[in-house]
């Protein structure tokens, strides 16, 4: 490292690649990235104010390590000369047990790195001990290591008891930090429940692999659901590395064709296998409970899109199969994607019109707004086609659709923390790598044994009637219909509780109970479930909107003698231990296990269970008159592409949250009395579930 005078000025330079994504990083984070500590001991024959002074001294002439961020003219992040003064901080502690929060506070203080250097040195005194921390902040990560720097500035010093890999304290409030910024709560404390203060399974995904990418933190994610607790995590967390991992391509122009990813090119062969169609519409509706307005709500929605490329695609065939582009903006407004509100008496046929729509994926935007007024407000049929859109992204669309629209609202475009890496430069290098074959693997060992789907019936049901003249086949019978099957709100409360108290998530919860309402119903020994999962393995896209999503599945078991609390610990760790796997869609699976013969659609599970966290199609956008409420108004399903679904739905709204249970199913797979069988059994068992001392009784007992 070479050495400036303190006469000779750092010229400016431009950052390296680590500070630009170490600053985005800071930009990103609520209340910034944490810094590391390195600290050492003074020994006995060192006099601290001399130290002080020598550290004064030592850091003004060295110019790397009091240098400064700023940005030019073009908007390039530079490095320049911090003006010889260094960040050196003296502080005193009423013992040697006190230095250690000294310390930390100090860590803890916010960071402007526009005036501010990117290390801070802190000399704690306390009666007969005096301790010396190197506070550094990530982006300086290129310079010596804390220890070369504390021995060149300090000779003589002892490593102090935690060294640079990071004490109990500094580990916590890393994780503090990824808490507060996920679940928006910068009241929690380390020993605030990640779970009580809003956080779910894909959320508890989001930090696992932030904490991991950017902080070289290593934790799994079962660790979260056992220790849900920044304070009591941290002590399970092993370091790994320094973090920030190299920027995701970004290098997919927008006129760039590219292949499907994994998850899309599942999902399109079943769309193609059904004969396309609006099978895969995805038909939101909101009612706007406040004036909207829609010019606004447009433009905004519009920002989205354009910050998003993947909502703006167009599919087209070719010689090398699917290929997606994004279309340019200035082409944007011609495309017919938003259509403003006329009147009408009676919203249900043109909101069913709306659903039926039949994209034309090759010509159209995958999506479409229209509004419409009537007597009680605005309605917005929200369309989108699933190939664009996944669980994730719906959330991530309505948090930036909130921030856009209250910027249009006062007058200006929105501003964002950093460009979202795009979602076709992940398909492109996804479908140039394929499918992970260790992936494959584990699924390959996990359900090779499992049972072939069937409907679930009482053993004695009746056989059905068919059309006879129906056309055979898992393409030709999607036809059919869902009810709701209400959940009473102290149900809903028991069935949280029971979560808790399990270690587990909501959704373990649930799917246990459905799962054991439907073995038992159908006199099963296992049962095959499918499920959705995240298909996002890579940090770096966590904020990217796009079709990552897969469909998985596993075969579970709940024998008479099992409890509650373990068969939700069965699930939870099966679910778990799999989302490093989640990349690799079922249809693959199914391909190799049957050896090729399995039909697109044809899927081996009958029954698909998934949830909707934290529903962000309840909520608010902030207008120059106060807030624009709305409410998702329940679409009216006449197909389904799965024998029998279950979609729970959390809704959070004005603070209090409840649980909506909607099941879909096949007409050709079940009668009426079928329908009325089944929600009996899963209205039974989730109360059951739901009583008090439910979770140590053996289902048996439980449910005779």
């Not at 000294?102 to 526009?114: K, N, R, T």
């Not at 503090?176 to 929690?188: D, G, I, K, T, V």
């Not at 070719?318 to 009676?346: C, H, I, K, Y």
């Not at 790598?433 to 409907?455: I, K, V």
Request: aromatic share 6%.
């Amino acid at each position: 490292m070479t050495t400036h005078g303190p006469e000779q000025a750092l010229p400016s330079r431009p950052s390296r690649p680590g500070e630009g994504r170490a600053w985005l990083a800071q930009q990103q984070s609520e209340g910034g990235l944490a810094p590391r500590i390195a600290q050492v001991s003074l020994p006995d024959h060192l006099e601290p104010g001399a130290v002080a002074v020598a550290l004064a001294e030592a850091l003004a002439g060295r110019a790397e390590l009091t240098r400064l961020y700023r940005f030019d003219e073009e908007c390039g992040l530079l490095v320049g000369p911090g003006r010889g003064r260094p960040d050196l901080r003296l502080r005193w502690a009423a013992s040697a047990d006190g230095i250690g929060p000294v310390i930390d506070s100090c860590a803890a203080a916010p960071w402007d790195l526009s005036c501010q250097p990117p290390l801070r040195v802190v000399l704690v005194l306390a009666p007969g001990a005096a301790r010396l921390a190197l506070i550094r902040h990530p982006v300086a990560d290129d310079l010596p290591d804390s220890a070369t720097l504390l021995a060149e500035l300090i000779p003589g010093a002892e490593p102090a008891p935690a060294g640079e890999t990071g004490t109990g304290d500094d580990i916590t409030r890393l994780i503090l930090a990824e808490f507060r910024s996920a679940l928006e709560a910068p009241q929690m404390t380390a020993d605030c429940d990640f779970f009580d203060m809003g956080g779910h399974s894909l959320t508890a995904t989001r930090i696992i692999g932030r904490l991991a990418a950017t902080h070289g933190i290593e934790l799994r994610l079962n660790d979260l659901f056992l220790h849900p607790t920044a304070a009591a995590l941290a002590p399970l967390a092993r370091r790994s590395g320094t973090g920030l991992a190299a920027a995701p391509d970004r290098s997919a122009a927008p006129a760039d064709r590219v292949p499907l990813s994994l998850a899309q090119a599942s999902l399109w062969k079943i769309y193609e296998a059904l004969g396309f169609g609006p099978i895969f519409n995805i038909p939101f509706v909101l009612r706007f409970l406040d004036p909207v307005d829609e010019t606004v709500f447009a433009t905004a929605f519009r920002d989205v899109m354009e910050r998003h490329p993947a909502l703006r695609s167009r599919f087209a065939d070719s010689p090398d199969g699917v290929l997606q582009e994004a279309v340019p903006m200035a082409e944007l407004d011609r495309m017919g994607w938003f259509m403003p509100s006329g009147d009408v008496e009676d919203p249900a046929p043109v909101l069913a019109a709306e659903a039926a729509h039949d994209f034309d994926l090759a010509r159209e935007l995958p999506v479409r707004l229209r509004f419409i007024r009537t007597g009680e407000g605005q309605l917005l049929s929200f369309l989108f086609h699933h190939i664009v859109l996944d669980e994730w992204s719906v959330n991530l669309m309505m948090d930036e659709l909130a921030r856009a629209y209250a910027a249009r609202a006062a007058g200006r475009p929105p501003l964002w923390a950093a460009p979202a890496a795009p979602f076709h430069a992940f398909a492109r290098r996804q479908a140039a790598r394929g499918p992970d074959p260790r992936a494959l693997d584990h699924w390959l060992d996990a359900l090779r044994d499992a049972p072939q789907p069937c409907p679930i019936r009482r053993p004695d049901a009746p056989p059905l009637h068919r059309d006879p003249d129906a056309a055979d086949g898992a393409a030709n019978d999607a036809g059919g219909a869902w009810c709701e099957i209400a959940l009473e709100p102290h149900v809903s409360d028991g069935l949280y509780a029971l979560s808790k108290a399990c270690a587990a998530s909501l959704f373990n919860t649930v799917y246990a109970a459905i799962s054991v309402a439907l073995q038992r119903l159908a006199g099963l020994d296992a049962l095959t479930v499918g499920t959705s999962a995240s298909g996002r393995t890579d940090p770096d896209y966590f904020d990217t909107i796009g079709y990552f999503t897969t469909v998985t599945a596993h075969c579970l078991r709940a024998p008479g003698h099992l409890t509650p609390r373990a068969l939700i610990g069965t699930v939870r760790d099966m679910i778990n231990g799999s989302l490093p796997h989640c990349e690799i869609p079922i249809d693959l699976v199914e391909e190799r296990l049957s050896d090729g013969t399995a039909a697109p659609g044809a899927h081996m599970f009958e029954v698909f269970i998934q949830i909707h966290a934290r529903n962000a199609l309840n909520g608010a956008l902030e207008g120059p008159d106060g807030p624009v409420r709305f409410r998702q108004v329940d679409p009216d399903k006449t197909d389904s592409v799965l024998g029998l679904q279950f979609e729970v739905v959390e809704d959070v709204i004005g603070g209090k949250r409840g649980l909506r249970m909607m099941m879909s199913y096949r007409h050709a797979h079940y009668s009426a009395d079928d329908i009325a069988e089944l929600v009996a059994a899963v209205t039974r068992t989730c109360t059951a579930f739901a009583r008090e001392g439910a979770a140590d009784r053996p289902l048996d007992a439980l449910l005779s």
